[in-house]
């Protein structure tokens, strides 16, 4: 049997040193999709009323626009701006499949990537990503403006 040289012990323990930094990075990069990585899971949309400075509701939070909100890229969005009357004018943001990400996914790392993507929301985008929403008028009826 024979015995390792001291110097052979220092490369083995540099060696796991290596690795264990390496591995973790390595499994934290191949569970995460290409979408989720490049894009993430949130978009900034743009939201302006005509005319600006009026209050509007994005998922019942109140803003006054101009504004750009962060909304989360996998559920929908409710944009409400009123007059002062009560009339109503409603407009939704989407998400909308953005299937760029899936080759790169199946590519790199087959199933897991699209997975990751789907389930976060990253393979896909909001639409529109900018809005600007015609409020109506002070002397309108209430109701909706669609």
């Not at 290409?34 to 939201?47: D, H, K, N």
């Not at 109503?88 to 790169?104: C, D, G, K, Q, T």
Request: aromatic content about 6%; proline content about 7%.
């Amino acid at each position: 049997m024979t015995t390792r040289s001291a110097v052979q012990r220092k490369r083995l323990s540099r060696l796991r040193d290596v690795g264990n930094i390496f591995v973790p990075i390595a499994l934290a990069v191949a569970c995460t999709g290409c979408g989720l990585v490049f894009q993430g899971t949130r978009q900034q949309v743009a939201i302006d009323t005509i005319p600006s400075g009026r209050a509007i509701e994005v998922d019942g939070k109140p803003y006054t626009t101009p504004v750009t909100v962060d909304l989360k890229r996998k559920d929908k969005h409710v944009v409400t701006a009123s007059n002062d009357h009560g009339a109503i004018a409603r407009r939704v943001i989407e998400p909308v499949s953005n299937s760029f990400w899936h080759l790169p996914d199946a590519i790199l790392l087959p199933f897991f990537g699209n997975v990751i993507d789907i389930v976060s929301g990253a393979d896909r985008k909001l639409h529109p990503d900018a809005l600007v929403i015609p409020v109506p008028a002070d002397d309108a009826a209430l109701g909706r403006w669609w």
